[in-house]
């Protein structure tokens, strides 16, 4: 069984772009769940979708927005890029059922802003 | 808000030894659920353990357990006979809801197993 796949593995974008990052679940799961690594603020859950909705969403600013395709693939994208942004982005892949807790996470994408 | 506090930054223990890492965690729920995370140098973040709230249990599995202590709000992972494949970095953390995948994270608790 396959496992997580994020895509890009490092990414590397100017201040003031935008980037969008990719998550393969593992098959059958169908929620997906997004979080932000750094030094500075550690691990931090951004948002998270299931069946195309996103269900939750962490303190982000609106720069910062995802959606989920009916095959469970997800994308993250973030706008007008800002220096902070650089960071290790971790997908996680769910099978999203009540009383369901286990995440399986993906290798990340590193992002680097220049 | 929850809060999830790990005390240890580094930490390193011999081949073979007993190693715990502590954890402390704030919140106002009775039912949640506790984790403990391993981060190797791969950056794949793998669950090592899990431990119900309304669990008075501790969690085993293989060589890792954890000493869940609910009014103290205190969840250590204890890891023995330990190997060179544990050294990673360990995070801590907390769900509040099943089935949100909404983990609060501790600052994390880097491990080296020295041999």
């Known amino acids: 069984k396959a496992g997580v796949t994020q895509t890009p593995r490092y990414l590397i974008k100017t201040r003031g772009q935008q980037v969008t990052l990719s998550c393969s679940p593992i098959?059958?799961?169908?929620?997906v769940s997004w979080y932000q690594q750094t030094p500075g603020q550690g691990l931090q859950f951004l948002f998270e979708?299931?069946?195309?909705?996103?269900?939750n969403k962490g303190n982000f600013p609106g720069r910062f927005s995802g959606r989920q395709f009916s095959n469970s693939r997800s994308e993250m994208n973030v706008s007008t890029l800002e220096l902070g942004d650089s960071a290790l982005y971790l997908c996680?892949?769910?099978?999203?059922?009540?009383?369901?807790?286990?995440?399986?996470f993906g290798q990340g994408t590193r992002l680097t802003v220049v | 808000a929850q809060t999830v506090t790990q005390s240890q930054p580094e930490m390193s223990v011999q081949e073979a030894e007993t190693v715990t890492l502590s954890c402390t965690y704030d919140?106002?729920?009775?039912?949640?659920?506790l984790f403990w995370y391993k981060q190797p140098p791969s950056r794949q973040m793998i669950l090592v353990i899990r431990?119900?709230?309304?669990?008075?249990q501790n969690a085993t599995e293989n060589r890792f357990s954890v000493n869940f202590q609910k009014a103290a709000k205190s969840f250590s992972l204890k890891i023995s006979d330990s190997q060179l494949g544990d050294t990673a970095m360990y995070f801590c953390?907390?769900?509040?809801?099943?089935?949100?995948?909404?983990?609060?994270f501790g600052t994390g608790t880097r491990l080296k197993v020295l041999a």
């Open positions: 431990q119900e709230a309304y669990k008075q």
């Open positions: 979708y299931f069946s195309e909705t996103q269900r």
């Open positions: 098959s059958g799961h169908r929620s």
């Open positions: 953390a907390f769900m509040g809801q099943a089935g949100t995948y909404k983990y609060i």
């Open positions: 996680a892949s769910s099978n999203g059922q009540p009383g369901d807790t286990e995440a399986f």
């Open positions: 919140t106002s729920e009775s039912n949640y659920y």
